[in-house]
């Protein structure tokens, strides 16, 4: 603000000191000379001071919205990768599936193909039951302790968990499934939007699946659509929808 005052002091000063001012011809000589006339009216600041104020103004605004930028709070995802070290889970050997853990074709094709790259495929946020409150569905993993074979890096016990979000800010750990696969993996956890799907593939029937609420599903990274967990009738369902 300083800046800016001593910058329209000099425009003033400028304005008087290039005004328009001449003396009245028809004064006599050993008289007074009369009061200096202004033509044309307060003239124009100029354009020099105009482009100095402008700058002070822009480069305050710029200095207060570009060297201190707004942080976000860090998503539900990006804490529970961060801190799911204290929860209960983890002290029976269990992690979080990192993007670490992803084969290298996985990794390429989250970092490439969503937009933007996927930082925690093991990971989907949402009110998966409908009540306000944000859910988190995390992928988990252990070593099995099982011989390593061909074509499987290191045994694991894959882990399918939601922290259900609680009104006075906790969470509960509902366990849903758990199956045996490898580390490098490229099974992921997306996100399902609310809305009907099918028909499945997998029953005679051939039914769709109708979501009132936002859903997850686990399955390969290419996969057109996986298992699908929603919330039914007070509890979690599955359904395999694909591969």
């Excluded at 001449?22 to 105009?50: A, H, L, S, W, Y």
């Excluded at 409908?130 to 890096?153: H, K, M, T």
């Excluded at 593939?201 to 039914?207: E, L, N």
């Amino acid at each position: 603000m300083r800046n800016l005052q001593t910058v329209e002091s000099a425009g003033q000063r400028e304005l008087v000191r290039t005004s328009d001012i001449r003396q009245n011809p028809k004064t006599r000589e050993g008289q007074d000379q009369k009061k200096p006339q202004i033509r044309g009216g307060p003239r124009r600041m100029p354009m020099r001071n105009v482009r100095a104020i402008l700058g002070t103004i822009l480069f305050g605004a710029c200095w207060v919205g570009c060297s201190s930028p707004k942080t976000s709070a860090p998503s539900l995802c990006q804490y529970w990768a961060s801190n799911f070290k204290r929860s209960t889970i983890s002290s029976h050997g269990y992690q979080v599936v990192a993007l670490r853990d992803y084969t290298g074709d996985a990794q390429r094709f989250f970092h490439d193909i969503p937009k933007p790259p996927k930082k925690f495929p093991a990971c989907v946020e949402g009110d998966f039951n409908g009540d306000g409150i944000q859910d988190v569905a995390l992928l988990l993993w252990r070593e099995s302790g099982e011989p390593r074979r061909e074509g499987c890096g290191v045994p694991v016990k894959m882990r399918i968990v939601v922290m259900k979000g609680q009104k006075n800010g906790t969470s509960r750990t509902l366990d849903l499934a758990e199956f045996d696969d490898c580390i490098p993996t490229e099974e992921a956890l997306r996100y399902v939007s609310p809305g009907i799907y099918g028909p499945n593939p997998y029953d005679p029937k051939k039914t769709r699946l109708e979501l009132k609420h936002p859903a997850f599903e686990v399955g390969g990274f290419e996969a057109a659509m996986g298992t699908v967990f929603f919330w039914q009738d007070n509890k979690f369902e599955s359904l395999r929808m694909g591969e």
